[in-house]
Nanobody
């Protein structure tokens, strides 16, 4: 069993930065950790995924070059650094954990077993 708790969301101006955190409890080493987002009236959208044990991360084209996933194994925490934020990045951001390792499987929300409660990110002037 894994529990995930996101934090770090807020209101930021276009071009600004935020860092989201996802604190995990339980044994997470064998999981793939993903970040997804959902804007009002839209489906949940893949942002980035990374295997806790290492390897290449997968990024959505819309965030490539602006967002970076990282993790602190000692704190059992995954981070999403978001730079050069745009109004279209406004959404609730969720972290997720699952055993999925293939692409495009890592981009599919139903492939993940555990989800956090989400944190709101609003990009507006």
């Amino acid at each position: 069993q894994v529990q995930l708790v996101e934090s770090g969301g807020g209101l930021v101006q276009p071009g600004g930065s935020l860092r989201l955190s996802c604190a995990a409890s339980g044994r997470t080493f064998s999981y793939t950790m993903g970040w997804f987002r959902q804007a009002p009236g839209k489906e949940r959208e893949f942002v980035v995924a990374d295997q806790w044990s290492g390897g290449s991360a997968y990024y959505a084209d819309s965030v490539k070059g602006r967002f970076t996933i990282s993790r602190d194994n000692a704190k059992n925490t995954v981070y999403l650094q978001m730079n050069n934020l745009k109004p279209e990045d406004t959404a609730i951001y969720y972290c997720a954990a699952g055993f999925v390792v293939d692409y495009p499987g890592v981009t599919i929300p139903s492939r993940y077993l555990y989800w956090g409660q989400g944190t709101q990110v609003t990009v507006s002037s």
